[in-house]
């Protein structure tokens, strides 16, 4: 009697997750590889981790489902054996999954786009995720550094130093 | 009084707080400039990311099939009949337009034991190779009947792949048992 109200919570709670984070780690995934293909692919395969998963940090999902994107995409590079990194071509690749219009393909049309991708693209992997990170996922800098398994002063410094050379294209092309 | 350790990550979390920082808070002029580069990083992530849908399709977050595993034996058959077919024709072709003829009947040796299925049963007959001096790759007639036979066995296994396989299985036997008497015959011949 259990397992199926414990199954039925699930279903719910996974579906209020793709509602509300859905868009938030499919542009952390998009951020990092660049791939419209491919971050559909990883969205999904982490929403379906986190069904199975055991969620205990209540208030927190959005974290907790960038966690698991976080990996997917470091194993996925990883086979890769490859930078993650964006081009316009491959922004340009964005389709768009239902019937409304995606926002990537909206921003393809409009100038931002190619000053989103050239921004990325300067940023190098640690700096990208922590940005990344700290803007879908809203989290401490403390959280970014254990699930990036490093140092809090280095993601701290990935920050800093990611910020510092976007400002050459983002602040100073609008000065 | 904060330690030197927490002014740098209490910088950064000012300039990367989404939300909008007091006016009352002070902020030094790298924090400014780090601050201004992440809300125009936040723009423009703000941009793409706009227009959600409410509505998400259930397919977006349905476990996608991965590649689906085709059976391949269809293709395994196939090429398992292109290649018996291949075999069987050179063996024909290689029976019809071969040189050697032969000394000895291959009657005997051709036909199938009787335990063996074989629902393409050559003809047997004794009949002698009719030298000729002068015609040294005459051919015997009872090989035109077999070979003919065999030509018949070919064409009707073509028709049905799947259900034919032992009877391949027996044509090519015979085939080959005709090309290494050819092969015999022939040397014999040259010798």
């Given at each position: 009697m259990s397992q199926p109200n414990e199954q039925n919570s699930r279903v719910s709670r996974l579906s209020q997750w793709a509602c509300d984070h859905h868009a938030a780690v499919r542009g952390y995934v998009m951020g990092l590889v660049g791939s419209a293909e491919i971050a559909d692919d990883l969205v999904q395969e982490v929403f379906r981790r986190a069904a199975s998963a055991r969620y205990r940090e209540e208030g927190k999902a959005r974290a907790f489902l960038l966690r698991i994107a976080d990996r997917l995409v470091c194993d996925w590079a990883r086979r890769a054996n490859r930078e993650i990194t964006v081009d316009d071509d491959q922004w340009r690749q964005v389709e768009p999954e239902?019937?409304?219009?995606d926002p990537r393909v909206e921003l393809i049309q409009h100038e931002g786009q190619q000053r989103l991708a050239a921004a990325l693209e300067i940023l190098s992997d640690s700096q990208r995720r922590v940005l990344l990170l700290r803007y879908y996922g809203d989290m401490e800098f403390a959280e970014i550094a254990q699930l990036m398994n490093c140092p809090l002063n280095t993601a701290l410094s990935h920050c800093r130093r990611g910020l510092l050379a976007l400002r050459k294209i983002l602040v100073e092309t609008d000065e | 009084m904060k330690s030197h350790d927490e002014d740098p990550q209490r910088q950064l979390e000012l300039a990367t707080s989404v939300d909008p920082i007091p006016d009352d808070v002070p902020l030094d002029e790298e924090t400014r400039v780090l601050r201004a580069s992440w809300l125009a990083l936040s723009q423009l992530l703000d941009q793409a990311d706009a227009g959600p849908s409410d509505d998400i399709d259930e397919t977006v977050v349905s476990v996608r099939d991965g590649t689906k595993s085709r059976s391949r034996w269809p293709l395994v058959w196939v090429a398992i009949a292109a290649s018996l077919l291949l075999m069987v024709s050179s063996g024909w072709l290689l029976v019809r337009f071969g040189s050697p003829v032969r000394q000895s009947s291959p009657a005997d040796d051709m036909a199938e034991s009787p335990d063996r299925l074989d629902p393409f049963p050559v003809v047997a007959s004794q009949s002698k190779v009719e030298t000729n001096e002068d015609e040294e790759f005459s051919w015997d007639d009872s090989w035109d009947d077999q070979i003919a036979q065999v030509e018949e066995n070919v064409i009707l296994a073509g028709q049905d792949w799947y259900a034919l396989d032992q009877p391949y299985d027996s044509m090519s036997r015979q085939i080959e048992q005709f090309e290494g008497e050819l092969d015999d015959d022939f040397q014999d011949a040259s010798l």
């Open positions: 239902s019937q409304e219009p | -």
